[in-house]
């Protein structure tokens, strides 16, 4: 098994980021299907539904604010 990147803080707050998804239920055969998001523990910024190795290559490498822009 790969092990999971270590996400980069939220570039919103600076909160800590963590992977989430629905795990599996016995009772109703519904829920982990391979997919899930990443979310901001603090202030709840979210990247929506992508496989895990997708998402956290997505959260860690998206593009930074410039300073002294605008």
Do not use: V
């Amino acid at each position: 098994m790969m092990q999971p990147f270590e996400l980069k803080p939220c570039p919103l707050c600076g909160g800590r980021a963590e992977w989430e998804y629905t795990p599996w239920d016995e009772e109703t055969q519904t829920g982990d299907d391979g997919t899930g998001w990443i979310e901001c523990a603090g202030c709840g910024l979210t990247l929506a539904w992508h496989d895990r190795d997708s998402a956290e290559d997505r959260w860690n490498n998206r593009a930074e604010a410039s300073e002294g822009k605008g």
